[in-house]
């Protein structure tokens, strides 16, 4: 039997000095560099010279409405549109997600199931129905006011003789016809949209839109976002004259080039918003005025979701960010008008 050969003390010091300059560096990035996320890289100015619209500045930050309110009315409804049209506080900004059902129709819905909103699992016989294996006909039975729950514990919706014209399923394409052409047709209303669908199906998604957002003239309106690389890259590919969010791998990179201070070429980015997660907190802490001053400096606006608390609205507005996304633009609008 073979013995085996036994480590040598150069070998021993060199997988130790490995292992040390690995936990240095680890120890560097996740606890020491994060502590020093609120310290200054660049001086904050409120002259801007670059050409990203979505970055406020003195002008006051956008608000927009996640999912177009959905604390109030039922999202991503006609319903909630309208409530955010109507309401007498100004949104900028709407924000909402694209699914692709089976006979290729754009309809805004959050989830790829419609349990959670609607009376699906009711009407299908069945949970865990996806938007992408029914027609838009077969979604337009559902009522997707039926789970929405008021403050006072109500469902408004589940009522006997209650409306639901305007809580059914959501066609893209008949939102914007009432939001251009009715609702604000001085073309001030600006988009945040999101590409649910993955993969192929994504990047169908994605074509349909190019074409909805050319046919209403509002591409130069638009923050297109995905989690999915694979659409992202398709859109970069495809659409460079769409503008589209940072990813989750762009915005941790990005984060970093803050904490190192490292000078972009903003035209290498590939994004020119970022959309932050209100969440992500503790060491790793997007919401300082340090970090908004650094991304506005390479012509990246900056936007937080999702902001419900008070306290949030007010330190977002203080430091600087262009954009809140909130479920309660009612709260935001009064906390921002003080």
């Known amino acids: 039997m073979q013995s085996k050969k036994k480590m040598g003390k150069k070998e021993k010091i060199l997988i130790f000095s490995i292992v040390g300059v690995v936990l240095a560096a680890l120890i560097l990035n996740v606890v020491i560099l994060p502590l020093t996320g609120g310290s200054k890289r660049t001086e904050t100015t409120s002259v801007y010279t670059g050409d ?121 394409t008949t939102l914007l016809t009432y939001l251009e052409k009715e609702a604000r047709p001085d073309k001030s209303l600006h988009y945040i949209i999101e590409i649910k669908d993955s993969g192929k199906l994504g990047e169908k998604a994605m074509d349909i839109l190019y074409s909805v957002m050319k046919e209403h003239s509002i591409t130069d309106r638009v923050i297109v976002g995905t989690f999915h690389q694979s659409v992202t890259t398709y859109i970069d590919k495809t659409y460079p004259d769409v503008a589209r969010s940072a990813g989750i791998a762009d915005m941790l990179g990005f984060y970093y080039d803050f904490l190192y201070n490292v000078k972009i070429d903003p035209k290498k980015l590939g994004f020119s918003v970022l959309q932050i997660p209100m969440g992500m907190r503790g060491y790793f802490d997007f919401a300082t005025e340090a970090f908004v001053a650094y991304a506005h400096k390479y012509d990246v606006a900056v936007q937080y979701w999702t902001i419900n608390d008070p306290e949030d609205v007010a330190l977002l507005q203080k430091i600087g960010a262009d954009c809140i996304m909130t479920d309660n633009p009612e709260m935001a609008s009064k906390i921002l008008t003080k």
């Open 52 to 172: 990203n619209a979505y970055i406020r500045y003195d002008k006051g930050l956008y608000l927009s409405a996640h999912r177009a309110g959905g604390d109030i009315e039922p999202e991503e409804t006609m319903k909630a549109f309208k409530n955010c049209i109507e309401a007498s506080y100004k949104v900028d900004v709407l924000e909402f997600d694209l699914h692709l059902t089976k006979d290729e129709n754009l309809v805004l819905l959050h989830d790829d199931e419609v349990d959670r909103t609607s009376d699906g699992p009711i009407v299908f016989g069945k949970e865990k129905v996806k938007v992408c294996d029914k027609t838009l006909e077969e979604l337009l039975t559902l009522n997707f006011g039926y789970n929405f729950k008021r403050a006072d514990g109500s469902y408004p919706y589940r009522e006997a003789g209650a409306d639901l014209t305007e809580v059914r399923i959501l066609p893209l």
